[in-house]
């Protein structure tokens, strides 16, 4: 979708192995919408995912892990996010600002308070018309990752993984913007239907002179 307003962002956020990369591929196809993932859409960004999740890479404090993926974000934006939103390009992002909030904030037990600040200034304010959380039990989660090879936070254990899901529904339950919560346990086309249920509601973009 284009336009000569402002794209829309929609962010699809779950925990590792909920399969929020296949909805939120699904939902750029049907909606003829930019694609993009976090952490690494960007040159930059690519090396900063292998210090965030590379297992061979040197041992990271989590304010440190949280400032390389506040770095990751703000290039994001800067080169790929921004510029596609300004041309009109609706955009679908495989994890944005949440994921910080859920992994660093409820997961590694930082200030969540602090780091809404960083991610605000990170982005420039930037935040999703809508969050797409697709919910999935920790377990079934874990089970789907099964035989592949665990980066480095997928490796933090199941009782890490169960603090992130909780903390997405924390944010899910208190956010100021539009949040849609989707069992993510069901085949992949009965998700999917239930993801373009939240996304055909949305409204054209409002003009904002201010982006």
Excluded at 38 to 57: K, Q, S, W
Excluded at 72 to 85: F, M, T
Excluded at 163 to 177: C, M
């Amino acid at each position: 979708m284009s336009g000569g307003e402002r794209g829309r962002l929609i962010a699809l956020e779950g925990v590792d192995g909920c399969g929020k990369s296949t909805q939120a591929r699904l939902a750029a196809d049907r909606l003829g919408a930019l694609l993009t993932f976090e952490p690494g859409a960007t040159a930059l960004g690519a090396a900063l995912r292998r210090l965030v999740l590379d297992p061979g890479a040197p041992p990271v404090d989590g304010r440190a892990e949280a400032l390389l993926v506040a770095a990751d974000r703000a290039q994001h934006v800067a080169e790929v996010v921004a510029p596609a939103l300004a041309a009109g390009r609706w955009v679908v992002t495989d994890r944005f600002s949440p994921s910080t909030l859920a992994y660093q904030g409820y997961g590694r037990g930082l200030d969540t308070s602090e780091l809404g600040r960083m991610i605000d200034w990170a982005t420039a304010g930037l935040s999703p018309d809508l969050t797409v959380l697709i919910d999935v039990p920790v377990d079934v989660a874990a089970t789907r990752r099964r035989g592949s090879r665990n980066d480095r936070i997928e490796a933090q254990g199941l009782g890490f993984q169960q603090r992130v899901a909780d903390g997405y529904h924390r944010l899910a339950a208190e956010a100021a913007t539009p949040w849609l919560v989707v069992d993510g346990t069901g085949p992949v086309d009965t998700v999917a239907a239930a993801v373009w249920s939240g996304l055909s509601g949305l409204d054209p973009p409002a003009p904002d002179d201010d982006r």
